[in-house]
Nanobody
Framework: QVQLVESGGGLVQAGGSLRLSCTAS????????MAWYRQAPGKQRELVAQ???????TYVDSVKGRFTISGDNGKNTVYLQMNSLKPEDTAVYYC?????????????WGQGTQVTVSS
């Protein structure tokens, strides 16, 4: 059974740092570039950072210069290093990708990890 498992969230003061991890496991024939989303209370889920199919990275404007997405293809793992955190970064963070398990290509989401930034 394919799944994405996240870790690394928590409570941090403004200006602090956190590093999120997300690992895909199970029957994986191929995996698409991975991405991080977040959803704050009362707001829509937004794309925070992603790897593109060409291997480059993109970020939402509000996190540029503060967040860095990186990955370990051999471990099917993606990270999100978050520095200079702000209270407005408070949200549940999800990783996302599409995985071919040998029968079909499906969209997968992690369970979500809470990031809370206090002022």
């Amino acid at each position: 059974q394919v799944q994405l498992v996240e870790s690394g969230g928590g409570l941090v003061q403004a200006g602090g740092s956190l590093r999120l991890s997300c690992t895909a496991s199970g029957r994986i024939f191929s995996i698409n570039p991975m991405a991080w989303y977040r959803q704050a209370p009362g707001k829509q889920r937004e794309l925070v950072a992603q790897f593109t199919s060409s291997g480059t990275t993109t970020y939402v404007d509000s996190v540029k210069g503060r967040f860095t997405i990186s990955g370990d293809n051999g471990k099917n793992t993606v990270y999100l290093q978050m520095n200079s955190l702000k209270p407005e970064d408070t949200a549940v963070y999800y990783c996302n990708t599409q995985i071919n398990d040998g029968w079909s290509l499906r969209d997968y989401w992690g369970q979500g990890t809470q990031v809370t930034v206090s002022s």
